[in-house]
């Protein structure tokens, strides 16, 4: 009979604790997915109020307990957006480029526009409908990340093999590559003050090879690379002068195709992106005016800083001068004698990230047969799709989630830093005319497509997608980081409860116990 009343009374016990979670749990986004593309429906709640009584109070606790530690979404978790195959992503950006340059603007246009990555959805921190995502590439595997954050316990674990005499786990390298003039330094210094200083190569995250100080390492093999990083122990390194090498996808291939060997190194894909006129704009102020060569040295006498369509113009010759060269960028052999000559090309982070297979071409872009460019485009675009994550450079400091998430990285207390001069923040909208800016837009429309698809993915994956083994994540958009600002805590931001449970909390824990974990 007592085991009876038990059973009886556990079902309203049960409707009780349910139905005081949906007062306290607090109301968030859609969430789907997790590092691996699993689907996990949650529960949606909305509201606290004031909570009495013995029962009340455990319930109440256990809801605080379950807001802090299970990620927490509406009804529409069911109806999540899926994840996108990487033929169809390739086939929709190559559709968009093939528009007229007003149909394009109008496409990518987030006020008055089509806005066809709903950006201006996800810039509120929302997900969009499900039904509309069809852009949004599944994620590379976790093991890379999770041995770049754990980094510090498998140096441990290398230092007990080396006694025992079996093979040590290898740490991640973080590789950044680096587009010239799109916060790589502002990155760097980010892993500075997240890594510890010998885990960091000096020269702006790039290593050295004397005579070299800022050596190429996207000509190195995937040999040279494994080697210089278990000599070196460093665990970032950044690829700026030369494209990316596709080559280096294939070292955590081998990983997953392991055959029982000690497991090579493993790599973590990053970037950083710039509104592609912002990023041309502020290579033109740095490379073209600000570092202005000197004709005679002996006399000091500086050349007078070019036009920025003379500047274009030049550097349109130097890359195609490299292009031609047996040592130029993307070559894989010499250093060449012009590291610069491609910074200054159109659609520069759709030829970085093609491999360099991207041609030399001006505009207008609609002079260019699709069969120049297509493959290079199509290209860069699997290329991001296995990038761990794209940052676009100007959502850093609002929105840190999806670099915090993958890198375990906390203090964004600085984002834009540069190697020399002032910081300026570019607006080509307002340096340039209209005609110049509907020309330069024409050129480098493929960097457009690109910029806005990878800033949606990323918006995507810090509202949309709960990453694999974080805590709750606040469906709420980000305060600012000031530059100066204390850094916040990861924990603080995806563990501390909304102020509507503070307040159910300091209302039903008692006193004595409310500094105690729970």
């Known amino acids: ?28 986004h859609l969430v ?62 190559v559709k ?56 510090g316990k498998l140096v441990s674990q290398a230092n007990h093999s080396r006694k025992d005499g079996s093979d040590p786990p290898r740490p991640a390298l973080l590789w950044y590559e680096h587009v010239s003039k799109a916060g790589g330094t502002s990155f760097c210094q980010l892993a500075r003050n997240n890594m510890k200083r010998r885990e960091v190569p000096r020269y702006y995250c790039m290593p050295s090879e004397p005579p070299i100080v800022d050596a190429r390492v996207g000509q190195w093999s995937n040999e040279k690379l494994d080697a210089w990083q278990a000599e070196q122990k460093k665990n970032i390194v950044s690829n700026e002068w030369e494209p990316f090498p596709l080559a280096r996808f294939e070292m955590n291939k081998e990983l997953a195709e392991g055959n029982g060997a000690a497991p090579p190194l493993l790599l973590v894909f990053v970037t950083t992106l710039r509104e592609p006129l912002n990023r041309l704009l502020s290579a033109y102020h740095f490379w073209g005016v600000l570092k202005t060569g000197v004709r005679n040295r002996k006399s000091l006498k500086k050349e007078k800083p070019p036009l ?10 130097r890359a195609l001068n490299d292009s031609l060269s047996a040592v130029g960028m993307g070559k894989g052999v010499g250093t060449g004698k012009d590291k610069f000559a491609r910074v200054g090309q159109p659609n520069f982070a759709t030829w ?18 699709e069969e120049a460019w297509a493959p290079s485009f199509e290209q860069a675009v699997r290329t991001l799709t296995q990038f761990d994550v ?129």
Not at 5 to 28: H, M, S
Not at 119 to 136: F, H, N, Q, V
Request: hydrophobic share 40%; aromatic share 8%.
């Open 1 to 28: 009979m007592r085991w009876d009343g038990k059973v009886a009374g556990f079902f309203p016990r049960l409707a009780f604790a349910l139905a005081i979670a949906q007062i306290v749990l607090p109301p968030v």
């Open 32 to 93: 789907v997915g997790s590092h691996d593309n699993e689907t996990k429906p949650r529960r949606f709640a909305k509201g606290t109020e004031q909570l009495d009584g013995p029962l009340a109070r455990r319930k109440a606790i256990m809801s605080v307990k379950m807001a802090d530690m299970a990620d927490v979404a509406s009804s529409d978790a069911y109806r999540h957006p899926g994840i996108t195959p990487t033929k169809a992503i390739v086939a929709k950006l």
């Open 96 to 151: 968009l480029a093939r528009l007229s340059t007003a149909a394009l603007k109008f496409q990518l246009d987030v006020t008055d526009g089509a806005d066809v990555f709903e950006l201006k959805t996800l810039e509120r921190g929302e997900c969009p409908s499900p039904s509309t995502i069809d852009w949004l590439p599944a994620r590379p595997r976790a093991e890379a990340a999770q041995h770049f954050r754990r980094r």
């Open 308 to 317: 920025l369509f003379d500047w274009l113009r030049d550097m349109k010759a």
């Open 352 to 369: 970085k990230f093609s491999g360099g297979s991207l041609p030399v071409f001006g505009w207008p872009f609609s002079d260019q047969p």
């Open 390 to 518: 794209a940052i676009p450079m100007e959502d850093l400091s609002e929105h840190p989630e999806p670099l915090q998430d993958l890198l375990g990285w906390h203090d964004f207390s600085i984002t834009h830093v540069v190697s020399d001069g002032k910081v300026v923040n570019n607006d080509a909208h307002g340096e340039l005319g209209t005609e110049e800016h509907l020309k330069l837009f024409d050129a480098n429309r493929l960097d457009y497509i690109l910029h806005s698809w990878t800033h949606a993915v990323y918006l995507a994956r810090a509202y949309c997608v709960a990453p694999e083994g974080s805590h709750v994540q606040q469906r709420v958009k980000k305060s600012k980081v000031s530059a100066g600002a204390p850094a916040v805590p990861v924990k603080a931001q995806y563990k501390a409860p909304t102020a509507p449970i503070v307040e159910a909390r300091r209302a039903i824990v008692p006193k004595r116990n409310r500094n105690k974990k729970t």
